[in-house]
């Protein structure tokens, strides 16, 4: 059974940084694109990045530039998301995604930035 599993979220001043890890298990991890995004109250989830299997090749929407980083390590099926210069906008649940005939998530982990 594919699972995914969010850690790494809390409660961060702005300008702090956080990251975020995803435990996947129950496919071959490495042959897959993990995928970061995000949804605060009352907004649409939205994508933040992605690495795909070979090459580290990574992509980046404009929430991610600049201060989000995406890496993977596939001898210990994680995905990860590093995020510096966080701001009060960054607050959100950040949830791990992956596309195996249809999309998978975790239950996600929520991202608070306040003073």
């Known amino acids: 059974q594919v699972q995914l599993v969010e850690s790494g979220g809390g409660l961060v001043q702005p300008g702090g940084s956080l990251r975020l890890s995803c435990a996947a298990s129950g496919f071959t991890f490495s042959r897959y694109v993990m995928r970061w995004y995000r949804q605060a109250p009352g907004k649409e989830r939205a994508f933040i990045a992605a690495?795909?299997?070979?090459?580290?090749?990574?992509t980046y929407s404009n929430i991610a530039k600049g201060r989000f980083t995406i890496s993977r390590d596939n001898a210990k099926n994680t995905v990860y998301l590093r995020m510096n210069n966080l701001k009060p906008e960054d607050t959100a649940v950040y949830y791990c995604?992956?596309?195996?005939?249809?999309?998978?998530w975790g239950q996600g982990t929520q991202v608070t930035v306040s003073s």
């Open positions: 995604n992956t596309y195996i005939g249809l999309d998978f």
């Open positions: 690495i795909a299997t070979t090459f580290s090749d990574t």
